[in-house]
């Protein structure tokens, strides 16, 4: 059973436009969210991460928005670049017994930023 | 900057083996965690230490055991290796104890079992 769907294994976008990643959670616990960037063969790098109490983090061209009610986030690229283009993972990180479990990952969605 | 190494960057293993896997970080944290990457199924966690000689099973520990005899040093041990533990693995480091934000990852080793 998947707690974080990435429904979009792969997104085209002109380089200057917007990008916009979404992903969905079904569990309602997680309380963390984290967008992850990886390129081939390397592992994968921090991007921006938002708290279950906030509903926007900005950060220079990304930006990530989380509606609680909707179990919904999404990260918006503005405007994207030829070195955006790379698989984006969106994780989560739940509670249980004392504390935060490891990070669950979507199955990532793959940005491919067109000239 | 945060350093995560992995031992090997590619790795090829027979079927049966007993097959180790290094990750070392440089930056005292005291959170470990071992996933494994695999076309079209995201990245899955295997197993973390949230302390040295702690250990707890993630989501897919079947096949698989954990050391963390130093703080900076956890291994992922396949006690048997099977082609179906062809994969890329991936280790990643925090700090924040049981309250951790982001998580720093490794190169990842490229295991094949024939």
């Known amino acids: 059973d998947q707690q974080v769907k990435q429904n979009s294994p792969s997104l085209s976008v002109q380089e200057g436009r917007i990008s916009i990643l979404n992903c969905d959670y079904t569990?309602?616990?997680?309380?963390?969210f984290l967008w992850y960037k990886k390129y081939p063969a390397e592992g994968p790098t921090f991007l921006i991460s938002?708290?279950?109490?906030?509903d926007k983090n900005e950060d220079g061209r990304f930006t990530v928005f989380l509606n609680k009610s909707a179990k919904h986030l999404s990260l918006h690229i503005v405007p994207s670049q030829p070195g955006d283009s790379a698989v984006y993972f969106c994780?989560?990180?739940?509670?249980?017994?004392?504390?935060?479990?490891?990070?669950?990952f979507g199955k990532g969605t793959h940005l491919i930023i067109q000239p | 900057d945060v350093k995560v190494t992995q031992s090997s960057r590619y790795l090829v293993k027979r079927t049966g083996e007993k097959v180790f896997l290094e990750c070392v970080q440089d930056?005292?944290?005291?959170?470990m965690f071992w996933y494994r990457q695999d076309p079209g199924l995201g990245l899955r966690l295997i197993y973390f230490?949230?302390?040295?000689?702690?250990?707890e099973k993630g989501d897919i520990p079947e096949g698989y055991s954990v050391s963390r005899e130093k703080k900076e040093r956890f291994s992922l041990i396949l006690e048997s290796a099977s082609t179906n533990q062809t994969s890329m693995y991936l280790c990643?480091?925090?700090?924040?104890?049981?309250?951790?934000?982001?998580?720093?990852f490794g190169p990842g080793t490229r295991l094949t079992v024939l």
């Open positions: 230490s949230y302390d040295v000689k702690m250990k």
């Open positions: 569990n309602s616990m997680f309380d963390y």
């Open positions: 990643a480091s925090g700090s924040g104890g049981r309250s951790y934000n982001e998580q720093f």
């Open positions: 930056m005292d944290h005291e959170n």
């Open positions: 994780a989560a990180r739940g509670y249980s017994g004392g504390g935060a479990d490891g990070l669950t």
């Open positions: 938002i708290s279950s109490i906030k």
